[in-house]
DNA sequence: AGGATGACGGGAG
DNA sequence: ACTCCCGCCATCC
């Protein structure tokens, strides 16, 4: 189990993760073989700036963006969740994979 | 060598 | 919801 090995299967599932669907870095690492490891997660996003890579759809496991409100990735991100449907409210990201009834898409604030 | 620092997480109060 | 606090571990002073 090289040091690299570990990498790719993170990368690898964060390739994995579907379109307008999100995963905490904790669930990315224990989806990835290296349960605990939410930390490592986060480290190789930030050195990985390869394009392919679906670095949005991770978030932390109270569903908050992981960037300062204000900062320039955390706009990015949040424009690429909408983008794909995700449903936040008050900041937060929808965690759940039950898809939003209707009560909470008709009140969600704009 | 040792302390501080993260795109983190979970538990306790 | 919010604050501390500790586990985690690669990196950087």
Not at 3 to 19: A, E, F, G, H
Not at 51 to 58: C, D, S
Not at 72 to 89: F, K, P, S, T
């Amino acid at each position: 189990m090289s040091k690299n090995y570990i990498k790719q299967k993170i990368l690898d599932t964060i390739r994995d993760i579907p379109y307008g669907t999100v995963k905490s870095y904790g669930q990315v690492a224990e989806d990835a073989g290296v349960p605990g490891r939410a930390r490592l997660v986060a480290k190789i996003l930030t050195d990985s700036a390869d394009v392919n890579l679906p670095w949005h759809r991770v978030l932390r496991s109270s569903g908050q963006i992981a960037f300062p409100k204000d900062s320039e990735m955390y706009l990015e991100q949040r424009n690429r969740l909408v983008a794909e449907g995700v449903l936040i409210v008050s900041g937060k990201v929808k965690m759940s994979k039950k898809v939003p009834d209707f009560d909470a898409l008709f009140w969600a604030p704009k």
